[in-house]
């Protein structure tokens, strides 16, 4: 169980992380904490500080990897090669993530990132619903791990994260 202190931590290395549409509100990520489909894996320091976490929907079919993040002063360490290696090794269930574009050399290396990791760039349309109010849709690609999305799989996907994850249907 994740504490308050601990949380604000995941949270910190969020922000610092991802652009504002790309991440919930403080209390409105917290109030996740109680979704028994969702699941924070953590990385801690010497002293118990989080340096690395992995936030995830585990669904019957498929785990949602739908945040991701090491703390900026440990990136390019090899720690979140070794987190994504370890969530995938418990993982009984093929896994999905969104990723940006490929327009940004930055978005580029993150694809290759989890290229290398095992991941399947797929080429459906795809978008973000807003995660805070006045945002508009945010288009992405989805990666899936061990293998490429069928179409079928696509949608089946694309509906069960939007009805359980964002809480809209599209």
């Not at 028994?36 to 498929?62: M, Q």
Request: proline share 6%.
């Amino acid at each position: 169980m994740i504490n308050d202190k601990q949380f604000d931590e995941i949270y910190e290395i969020m922000e610092g992380s991802f652009p504002e549409s790309e991440i919930r509100t403080y209390a409105r990520q917290r109030a996740l904490l109680s979704n028994p489909n969702y699941r924070l894996i953590t990385e801690t320091d010497a002293d118990g500080k989080i340096i690395a976490f992995l936030a995830s929907w585990e669904f019957s079919t498929f785990g949602f990897v739908e945040h991701f993040a090491v703390s900026p002063l440990l990136r390019g360490s090899g720690l979140g090669a070794k987190l994504l290696s370890q969530y995938i090794e418990q993982s009984q269930i093929p896994i999905r993530l969104e990723v940006e574009l490929p327009e940004s050399d930055f978005a580029k290396r993150r694809i290759g990132f989890y290229e290398r990791c095992g991941f399947h760039l797929n080429s459906y349309d795809y978008v973000q619903p807003p995660l805070r109010e006045g945002q508009a849709d945010l288009p992405l690609n989805i990666m899936s791990y061990p293998d490429p999305l069928t179409e079928a799989e696509f949608f089946h996907f694309r509906e069960t994260v939007y009805t359980e994850v964002y809480k809209r249907l599209k």
